[in-house]
């Protein structure tokens, strides 16, 4: 007995045969690339209306079977677990690889890994949710570099972030990104890699005559 994907060709041409030889066969007539399938074997839950009396299939029967169709493509995605947030990362992956971000974020992109480009995927889609309302940049540097301290110098107005982490090429392309993705475009920062700082002020960590330097 052979099966729909037995076989399975590209050219192949395959069509409904209401009149199977055999309820228990899947593959019937076969005339070289044209095959013609029973359905009901194992899809009857979804085409089974294509062959009720009631059916509109001998008036319209290309949109009968679009129907039952697309309720199956449908119920494969859910059963792969397939959802709205897959589909907004598989867009905004494509978006990035096609230089919509800009040459330079698709090239800083691309030397990711997986992991790494899934995780920025979906800090990138919580960035574009939030509209701006919300600043996702020091989220996701927290989530990248565990550990990751960031202050706010007034003077300046920049941000300042300790990285526990050493300045490796890939570190610096990896920073670079998320700033162009993720941080605010009226704001600055500058950061210190695998390096600790003090300060002194309202958030001070250090006082004078208080500490030493090495």
């Not at 899809?43 to 009396?53: G, N, Q, V, Y």
């Not at 096609?98 to 800083?108: F, Q, S, V």
């Not at 949710?129 to 989530?143: K, N, Y």
């Not at 570190?171 to 210190?192: G, V």
């Amino acid at each position: 007995m052979n099966y729909l994907w037995q076989n399975y060709a590209e050219d192949n041409e395959f069509y409904l045969d209401t009149k199977p030889l055999s309820p228990y066969l899947e593959i019937g007539s076969v005339d070289g690339k044209r095959i013609g399938i029973n359905p009901l074997l194992r899809f009857h839950d979804i085409f089974s209306p294509l062959f009720e009396s009631d059916c509109d299939a001998d008036e319209n029967p290309r949109g009968a079977f679009e129907n039952c169709l697309l309720h199956y493509l449908a119920k494969l995605d859910r059963k792969s677990g397939l959802h709205a947030v897959s589909f907004a990362e598989h867009a905004l992956d494509a978006e990035l690889r096609a230089e919509h971000y800009g040459k330079r974020a698709a090239e800083l992109y691309s030397t990711l890994s997986d992991a790494e480009q899934r995780l920025l995927l979906i800090f990138l889609q919580r960035h574009e949710a939030a509209e701006g309302l919300r600043s996702i940049f020091f989220d996701a540097v927290e989530q990248f570099f565990p550990s990751t301290e960031s202050f706010y110098h007034e003077f300046e107005e920049k941000f300042l972030l300790c990285i526990p982490a050493p300045e490796t090429e890939h570190n610096c392309r990896l920073m670079e990104l998320l700033m162009r993705l993720l941080l605010d475009m009226d704001a600055t920062a500058e950061i210190f890699w695998n390096s600790r700082f003090g300060l002194i002020g309202v958030r001070e960590t250090m006082r004078l005559d208080e500490f030493v330097i090495y």
